[in-house]
């Protein structure tokens, strides 16, 4: 009877060591599965997924967070007939507040004022009871994909796509959503990111796309969402404090002068709303460009995370004597340990010729004038330069979910050497404060990952690590 006993136990305990793993893992390779190819039917077409004009277009980089601000507060102030909004993420906060405020004068103007605001629940800020105050001052609030975590295959698509266009003219794309640590406001972490302001006729075609979403079946009217429950915090109308009073007057002031030059062949490339495979445009073209490059690329990107297709492509860009250079955050300077957790894993599989990964070490960045408002950053931009002629800039993170999942956009200027050098000289200083981790004589791998990050994120991030590969389709 003892021996029985042990034995059942025993063959229990084996079920929970080994079979629960093996059913995780199996289901996760599903999800996976469905997750990246969900309603996958045939590849939709519009015009305004893909444009390339080759007339002359006004280009400048906007490296700085504060002058990225002033420059769309600037913009909202000279709008004359429409603006359009969309974020992944709008928050809460004193730069909300001053960009809010200036959409609802504009509004009360008679200008068309409009704003798409991804719902995903992590990080979704502009409730519909902000939603309903907006509307009586006079601005227009959609959300795309209100699908709850019951609906897990819909609920991962989302829209990351940024972008401000003022009278079909003017147009900021990037990184940058609207919150504090976008503008270098934040006390605590700010984002070293990147956008493109645009003059010209592709930004008519930014708006033909946002038609497109704002149109979409996957977009929810805000006044159709319970506003009840959600009530609580300071409204974005509210009269400003002294210290908001404070930034807008010296946002008013604040000139921002970029290096400009003329782009002229430029190309705007966005993903067609909705999931599925078959609606992901911005990666094919970026592969594109990859395959094109015959020197050198050098990429920004918050998040690394590189599964075999990924890793394949650039074997097989190394293997052709194209140096290929990262910039992405160590588990100092990322606001996502996780991503860290995927890319320790696959540093064995990047030890290849002509490949180097550079990890942003957290500190401060001496930008301009104005003191940094925090104590730690991260890099956040989504661009790369090719073979100094060629810049991308958009919201296409380096990641499977970028890849897959989330609807994305990118601008492309060829053969603009003035726009290259610039965004260059900014990846230099961005690199000048990072290091090595794989790829030079002093590079320090895993331990150069973690180097300077407290006890608590080293502790998540190795507790997550385990199952960084299961749910790197997710990241």
Known sequence: MVWRVARWAGIGLLVLLVGVPVVFAVAFLGIQEASERQWLGKAPQHAAIGVRSHQPHTVALLDVGFDSLATRLHMIESAKQSIELEFFIYEIDEASRVITQALARK???????????????????????????????????????????????AAQHRTHRKLLVVDRRTAIIGGRNIGDDYFDLSKHYNFLDSDLKIEGEVAASIVDSFELYWNSDWVTKSQDIAADGDAAGPDLLTPPSAEEQALGAELAQHQPSPVSSTCNDIEFVTDYPGSGVEKRKVFTAISGLVKEAKSHITVESPYLVLREDGIGLLSSVVQRGVKLKFLTNTLRSTDAFYAVASLTDTLPRLQLPNLEVWGYDGRPLKQNERAPASARWGVHAKRAVFDDQTVVVGTYN????????NSELIVICRNN????????????????????????PTAGGYEALIQDADRDTIFQMRMVRPFASFLDFLL
Request: aromatic share 8%; net charge positive; hydrophobic share 45%.
């Open 107 to 153: 509004a009360a103007e008679g200008v068309k004022v409009r704003i798409l605001v991804d719902f995903a629940r992590p990080v979704f800020k502009l409730a519909p009871h902000y939603a309903r105050t907006l509307e009586a001052a006079g601005v227009q609030v959609r959300y795309y994909n209100t699908s709850g975590i019951a609906r897990f295959f």
């Open 398 to 405: 380096m990641d499977p979910r970028s890849a897959n999942l």
């Open 417 to 440: 050497p003035t726009l290259a050098a610039t965004m260059t000289q900014s990846l230099q200083a961005r690199l000048a404060q990072s290091r090595p981790i794989v790829g030079t």
